[in-house]
């Protein structure tokens, strides 16, 4: 019996026990330290932008930056339906109301018609968007030519869940540089790990120092501990970003690896009836990040639940894709634009494997079960 194979497994290094090692003799293991600065330093660098604080998780830096948009009871905030239930969260967390919107088919990203139309209704209803946020979905960036000038037009902040899609771009423009800010996260599956941890992106320094003071308990600048705002404890440690600092060295070999592996999928099942989502649209691949590869079972007779135990069985780690906000329990009572796009992702898809630390034989061995449990389903 071989190791169970996982969607997206940490990828560590001799270069991550390196830097992990040496913050932690350097005596900084408080949060805060010369390690979270450089890692600030360098993440903003990468991504092209003015500011960055690090903090304890992406839905921690999606929290800040709504707060910091005035998000509060009685605003709303309109965002993607298909995505991971944190980018909902971080709205519920300021009491704004979130209303959810469909996605498109080729690739699963925000259908940016259907945002403005989201965006146009609330105001014409006299409901106060204070932001719009977007999702690049499993690491590929939205068409941000569209949103960005529909939603500027409109002086609406667009706020950027780059949390899967570190290192992608769109149209040259890196992922993570959109919008009033973006976050991105580190959690232990993403394309690069701080074991747990996120990132808060800015070319607005007032936004950036409004979050951190947030992110340390809202403190003000006295001797004494003075506070005229509710703060939250959000900071990552000088271990972690340590960690992170390590990863990011790698991170281009990462991404292409996760290339490769994509390429090796949708060459060798080309036969099958699988649709890879973000492949062949007229805007191709290269610019994503491919953090997860996903694909639509494309035949009614096969049940993707079926396909996901055949896997399960033989010791692989497959997933559906995120299941809609609009039909989770606790946010069906959210308002919902669109149609029925992202449900049927949902009943058709899965996600497979793309971790970069898997291996060729890894990927083989997928690609053999994924075969044989299309055709006996068949
Ligand atoms: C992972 C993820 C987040 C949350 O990041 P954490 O660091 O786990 O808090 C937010 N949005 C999306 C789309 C994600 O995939």
Known sequence: MTDRIHL???????????????????????????????FEREVAERVGVRHALALASGTAALHLALLDLGARPGTAVVLPSMTFAASANAVAYTGAETVFVDCQVEDGNVDPDLLIEAVDTLRAEGTQVVAAMTVDLFGRACDYDQIESDLEARGVPLVEDAAESLGATYRGRPAGSFGAAAALSFNGNKIMTTSGGGMLLSDDSRLIEHARKLSTQAREPVPWYEHTEVGYNYRMSNILAALGRGQLTRLDRMIQRRHSIRRRYVE????????????RPERGDESDNCWLTTAVIESDRIDVNDVLADLEG?????????????LQPVYTSGRFFGSTHGESLFRRGLTLPSGSALTDDDIDTVIAALRDA???LR
Not at 268 to 279: S, Y
Not at 314 to 326: D, F, N, S, V, Y
């Open 374 to 376: 299309l055709i006996s």
């Open 268 to 279: 060798a099942l080309a036969d099958l009836p699988l649709r890879f989502l973000g492949v």
């Open 8 to 38: 997206s497994k940490a990828d560590i290094t001799e270069v991550e026990e390196e830097f992990v090692l040496a913050a932690l003799r350097s005596g900084w293991v408080a949060p805060l330290g010369p390690d979270v600065d450089a």
């Open 314 to 326: 033989r010791g692989i780690e497959a997933r559906h894709l995120w299941k809609p906000m609009h």
